[in-house]
């Protein structure tokens, strides 16, 4: 093989690991990736039973039913409208009424969000980001959320909980 | 006082720096030997400032000084010793003088040891790291001073994050740092020869231990991380594709591909060009990582600093350190002449096929990283990408990768015979298949992927053995001569075989922990039993009790397996009363490489209280099988080759090369 042959099959060989590459990517892309929806952009969007999707809010106060084997009911609420969550499993530690939470699933035909994950993560200076976003938009911003950076620089990660 | 001192130590390491990257590349440029070493005395006087200021930040922590402003959000009195001590890098502030703690330490390292350097590469070299060193203190003393005063001192402390009070926490950041920081030499050395215009193999000699150091750090730290979440974070997840671990993945596959590719241009003096650009991008990566973790760019299942004004700031670094590289590189590696000629088929062949895999599938990760964050910026479009992403694109990268790794060792250099490699991974492969049969067999009807994929595993340690085999000619010859012979390997092959073995060992982990993973989760009462995984549970008692600076509710389990008592198992929850918050401690029972897993939720009204248990087969495998990557790195690191003194430039060695 003479030097130009050497270097043509390398880079036909690193155009076809590239090409396998971008078609794995547009393949995840189509199927496995999740939109980010508040209860009214929910309700806005129509988003058709049984599509995935994340759902975030703070915990309707007053709304958290626990029902027998660790079936839990909650709303998910934005100042405008609220959704009803229904979850089975162990809620995260920080899981609390009026806090920011972020579950993962798909609406049922009863119009149900039924979730199959749920992060929940506060502290005086903390929601999840989605959830602070959302409701800046909306003009439900509580101005003290995020005025300090959460200190915890390493990793203090979210508590989940998934089915 | 001793905030001041820290303070004043941490400024005048930044006059240090600014003289560091300015005087030794001005000597080099004049050809002044005296100006060229001033770089050896700043760089170990710069450790020692930062290590004084280190020092002082930590006696800060542990004498509980709650009039500065990083202890009093970050402790408290009634902290464990330990705790106080780790909690200095568990903060934004303390964790970024770590960061440069580690730079000067391995500044400090290349100028102690790097006597058989050429002075000028020496003078260049420290002179980068001089640069990336003088940005970060910037950093630090412009927006993130850990030694700010508090006017009117409090009396307690605000407590560190618990969940960040765990032994776990103390050694994952450094490890993680030490890796990430690492990179930082390679970089510089890769910016010293362009600087230079001018490569040899020698070059690729002297940057390979430092490559290794880090890259063995860095595969610790992240086998750590990834264990501390699993037993702390109380719902057995050991890897979440969360982007802060896709910042420390993204440079040790990049780091991992340097590797390689320092190999094919020490041996045979070719792939320089990528090699350089590597040693870029690995750092990069790494620079990249830290803004993501220090930015609070993203949120993810880890929690950061929020502040817009250190986003922008390391950007900048970014920016400068990434761009200012990247366009040297464009403006000199031309200059750089090429090496070696090979075959496609060949070692060298194998280990650019090892790269482009390994490039690639980090591509895919930054891409599913920084995706969503594009996306928001010039849209509005809010997505998340998660782990079915990256199995999808990451995972079938990563089988070509991992079915490509037992040949490449089998090749030869040059000009390989790929047949030839195939008949001697045949054992390998005839136990890969035995492997598969078996285990489809015994979990018929199942999953049929798994075996499939711990097939893979079993060639890949499979092929690291044959070639020791091979190269020792064992059942060729009587024992005694293959014993002599597998002395006289040289370790950096016992250090291929254990990091690839290794690979083989943490995907069988992954896969069953994935596949045959056994769960119950309900409410118990006192003296209720679950059954999980042929285990009996019974939950004895539930007690309280009073920690340090927390309320702990225990619940104590007695195992039993047919009818014989194993072990008590004793899951808590505790609750931090400083900062409200409560954390789930998982109990883990070990048997063999698997682990049950125990964890608690919360208490109804009747007494009743939540659990969660797991029964993770072979889960263990996971992290021994980093941790043996890791064993491999040090023997490669401990080769004959890499210590004894550098040797001299080989300009012959070019002539030699076979020109085909």
Redesign the interface.
């Known amino acids: 093989m003479t030097r130009k042959q050497r270097r043509l099959t390398m880079i036909g060989g690193s155009l076809a690991v590239l090409a396998i590459a971008a078609a794995l990517v547009l393949n995840a892309m189509r199927d496995s990736i999740v939109f980010f929806s508040t209860p009214t952009m929910a309700a806005e969007k129509q988003i058709p039973p049984g599509k995935r999707f994340r759902l975030g809010g703070l915990v309707q106060p007053g709304s958290l039913v626990k029902g027998d084997n660790l079936a839990v009911n909650f709303s998910v609420a934005d100042g405008a409208a609220t959704l009803p969550v229904a979850y089975k499993g162990i809620l995260p530690d920080l899981f609390r009424e009026g806090q920011g939470v972020v579950a993962e699933g798909a609406i049922d035909a009863s119009g149900v969000f039924r979730a199959d994950t749920v992060l929940a993560k506060h502290d005086e200076t903390y929601m999840p980001k989605d959830v602070a976003d959302a409701l800046k938009k909306q003009g439900h911003w509580k101005d003290d959320y995020g005025a300090k950076p959460g200190a915890t620089a390493a990793s203090a990660p979210v508590q989940g909980a998934s089915k | 006082m001793i905030a001041e001192a820290g303070h004043y130590a941490l400024v005048l390491a930044l006059g240090l720096a600014l003289i560091q990257s300015t005087v030794p590349i001005l000597g080099a440029r004049w050809g002044d030997h005296a100006l060229m070493n001033v770089a050896r005395s700043t760089a170990l006087a710069q450790l020692l400032f930062v290590g004084a200021s280190f020092a002082a930040l930590t006696m800060l922590h542990v004498v509980s000084d709650f009039s500065v402003v990083n202890v009093f959000?970050?402790s408290h009195s009634m902290k464990p010793m330990l705790y106080k001590i780790t909690g200095v890098?568990?903060?934004?502030?303390?964790?970024m003088l770590l960061w440069v703690l580690i730079l000067a330490l391995f500044g400090g390292l290349v100028a102690a040891f790097g006597n058989n350097l050429p002075l000028s590469l020496r003078a260049h070299v420290l002179t980068v790291q001089g640069w990336i060193a003088a940005a970060f203190y910037l950093f630090i003393l412009a927006t993130s001073n850990p030694f700010l005063r508090i006017s009117s001192p409090p009396i307690e402390g605000r407590d560190?994050?618990p969940?960040?009070q765990d032994i776990g926490?103390a050694v994952?950041?450094p490890m993680l740092y030490l890796g990430y920081v690492g990179f930082s030499i390679s970089f510089s050395f890769a910016v010293a020869a362009l600087i230079e215009g001018r490569i040899d193999a020698a070059w690729a000699r002297w940057v390979r231990p430092w490559t290794l150091v880090a890259w063995i750090f860095l595969t610790l730290g992240i086998a750590m991380?990834s264990y501390w979440?699993y037993y702390e974070?109380?719902?057995g997840?050991w890897w979440f594709w969360d982007p802060?671990e896709n910042a420390s993945l993204m440079p040790w596959l990049a780091g991992t591909a340097l590797l390689h590719s320092a190999v094919v241009m020490e041996k045979r003096n070719a792939l320089k060009v990528w090699t350089i650009l590597l040693s870029i991008l690995t750092f990069s990566l790494s620079l990249l990582g830290t803004f993501l973790?220090?930015s609070?760019v993203?949120?993810?299942?880890?929690?950061?600093?929020?502040?817009p004004a250190r986003g922008v700031f390391i950007l900048l670094i970014l920016c400068l350190f990434i761009g200012g590289s990247l366009s040297l590189f464009a403006a000199r590696a031309t200059a750089l002449k090429q090496g070696g000629?090979?075959?496609?088929i060949s070692r060298e062949g194998a280990l650019?096929?090892n790269n482009?895999?390994l490039t690639?599938?980090c591509?895919?990760v930054l891409?599913g990283t920084l995706y969503p964050l594009a996306l928001e910026v010039l849209t509005g479009?809010?997505?998340?990408?998660?782990a079915?992403?990256f199995?999808?694109?990451f995972g079938?990268?990563f089988v070509?990768l991992m079915i490509a790794v037992p040949f490449g060792p089998m090749l030869a250099w040059k000009r390989g015979d790929l047949l030839g490699a195939a008949q001697r991974l045949m054992a390998a492969g005839i136990a890969a298949l035995i492997a598969i049969a078996v285990l489809y067999a015994w979990t018929y009807g199942g999953s049929t992927f798994a075996p499939l994929a711990i097939g893979l595993a079993v060639f890949v340690i499979g092929g690291a053995l044959s070639d020791l085999a091979e190269r020792t000619a064992l059942f060729r010859v009587p024992l005694g001569v293959a014993m002599a012979r597998a002395r006289g390997l040289p370790r950096s092959t016992w250090g291929t075989a254990f990091a690839h073995a290794g690979a083989g060992i943490a995907l069988i982990g992954i896969v069953c922990e994935t596949t045959w993973n056994s769960e119950y989760?309900?409410?118990m009462k006192p003296r209720d039993v679950a059954n999980v995984a042929g285990y009996q549970l019974k939950l004895d008692d539930i007690t309280q009790r009073q920690g340090p600076n927390f309320r702990e509710m225990i619940a104590q389990f007695t195992v039993s397996s047919d009818g014989e008592t194993l072990q008590m198992m004793t899951p808590s929850?505790r609750n931090f009363t400083t900062?409200?918050?409560?954390?789930?401690e998982a109990a883990l029972l070990t048997r063999g490489a698997s682990q049950l897993y125990v964890s608690l939720?919360?208490t109804?009204a009747d007494g009743a209280i939540?659990v969660?248990i797991y029964h993770k087969p072979l889960v263990l495998l996971i992290w021994w099988g980093p941790v043996l990557m890791a064993f491999g790195g040090l023997l490669s690191l401990s080769d004959r080759r890499l210590r004894v003194g550098a040797p001299k430039p080989a300009k012959a060695t070019r002539a030699l090369a076979p020109a085909e």
């Open positions: 959000e970050n890098w568990g903060n934004h502030e303390g964790s560190l994050n969940v960040l926490l994952h950041p991380g979440a974070l109380g719902w997840g802060v973790v220090r609070g993203l949120t993810s299942v880890h929690a950061f600093a929020t502040d000629l090979f075959a496609p650019v096929l482009l895999l690639v599938a591509g895919t891409f479009i809010k997505l998340s990408v998660g079915p992403f199995n999808l694109t079938p990268l070509l989760i309900g409410t929850k900062r409200g918050s409560s954390t789930t939720g919360d109804n939540a969660r």
